[in-house]
């Protein structure tokens, strides 16, 4: 599976659009782009995930470049509880899911 | 019911104890993965079992022995374990292997060797 580089941690107003992203320049064409979070003392959250088209849930929304080698997870509106650590994890029809070191996403008033 | 429920929630063991960690899901999923993870650290995969067979071991230690008894429960037994060995222990599961699938995560066992 292709790897992952995400920034280390990211702050984020109340109310405002989280936006994280995430490079995967090695991804292969049969590759998907997941998105799981976890907060403290949790198990990770999946998100949302997609292969080329943007995609959007009750979550988030997933845009994926036309290239495939980046995205970016958008939170439109973030609150405190959205306070977490983000992994963009890219997955191909293998049994591993493998996470890479995420992104602490720390949401302020 | 998108849930996989992990028990117990918390576990102190000693170095020359046997315990077992338990991991149960009713979604019907047929892959299920154990994962340990360090303080501030990213979980990392421990086995994989597929359709009720072990599809992965990265190489973990034979002091951490899995077992599937079926499609609903994986269990993790563990035997002379050493203090580094304490860590939040996953287990996840998902419909099957392979891209499209997301996978559901439990809340952990938080064990500590002692």
């Known amino acids: 599976d292709a790897k992952t580089t995400q920034p280390t941690s990211m702050d984020c107003a109340e109310g405002r659009a989280a936006n994280l992203p995430c490079n995967h320049s090695?991804?292969?064409?049969?590759?998907?782009v997941y998105w799981y979070r976890q907060i403290h003392s949790q198990g990770p959250q999946y998100i949302i995930h997609g292969l080329k088209n943007n995609e959007t849930n009750e979550m988030a929304s997933l845009i994926i470049t036309e290239d495939r080698k980046s995205s970016t997870l958008i939170l439109p509106h973030a609150t405190l509880r959205d306070t977490a650590v983000y992994y963009c994890i890219v997955r191909g029809f293998t049994d591993k899911l493998i996470f890479g070191t995420g992104t602490r996403l720390q949401v302020f008033p | 019911d998108t849930e996989v429920t992990q028990t117990p929630k918390h576990l102190v063991m000693g170095m020359t104890n046997k315990k077992s960690l338990k991991c149960e899901q009713h979604?019907?999923?047929?892959?299920m993965y154990w994962y340990k993870q360090k303080a501030k650290k990213p979980p990392e995969l421990m086995f994989v079992y597929s359709y009720e067979k072990l599809s992965i071991n990265e190489s973990v230690p034979s002091r951490f022995s899995p077992e599937c008894p079926n499609s609903s429960l994986l269990n993790l037994h563990l035997h002379a374990l050493q203090p580094e060995d304490s860590a939040l222990y996953l287990c996840a599961s998902s419909h099957n292997r392979g891209a499209r699938t997301e996978a559901f995560f439990g809340q952990g066992t938080r064990l500590t060797v002692v």
């Open positions: 979604m019907g999923h047929r892959a």
């Open positions: 090695t991804i292969s064409g049969n590759e998907y």
